[in-house]
Nanobody
Framework: QVQFVESGGGLVQPGGSLRLSCVVS????????MAWYRQAPGKQREFVAQ???????AYADSVKGRFAISRDNAKNTVYLQMNSLKPEDTAVYYC?????????WGQGTQVAVSS
């Protein structure tokens, strides 16, 4: 059974940093590029960043230069280092495959950026 378990969110002041983690259970981790997505209140879920098995990364323009995605294939874990956080980064953050597949979404981890 495939599960995505996100953690590491919290409340942080503007300009602060957080590191999110996502453990992927099941045997799919090395089959797909992994990505982070986020959903702010009242908005659709949007792509944030992705990393393929070889370590190649891609980012949404809104986070480029501030966020860094990485993966540990031995631990089936993908990370998102978020620096210089802004209030507009407030959202629930999820990890999943990219492109999206039919596996269920995890519960996500809440990130709130506020003074």
């Amino acid at each position: 059974q495939v599960q995505f378990v996100e953690s590491g969110g919290g409340l942080v002041q503007p300009g602060g940093s957080l590191r999110l983690s996502c453990v992927v259970s099941g045997s799919i981790f090395n089959m797909y590029a992994m990505a982070w997505y986020r959903q702010a209140p009242g908005k659709q879920r949007e792509f944030v960043a992705q990393i393929n098995g070889g370590g190649r990364t891609a980012y949404a323009d809104s986070v480029k230069g501030r966020f860094a995605i990485s993966r540990d294939n031995a631990k089936n874990t993908v990370y998102l280092q978020m620096n210089s956080l802004k209030p507009e980064d407030t959202a629930v953050y999820y990890c999943h495959t990219n492109p999206l597949t039919t596996y269920d979404w995890g519960q996500g981890t809440q990130v709130a950026v506020s003074s």
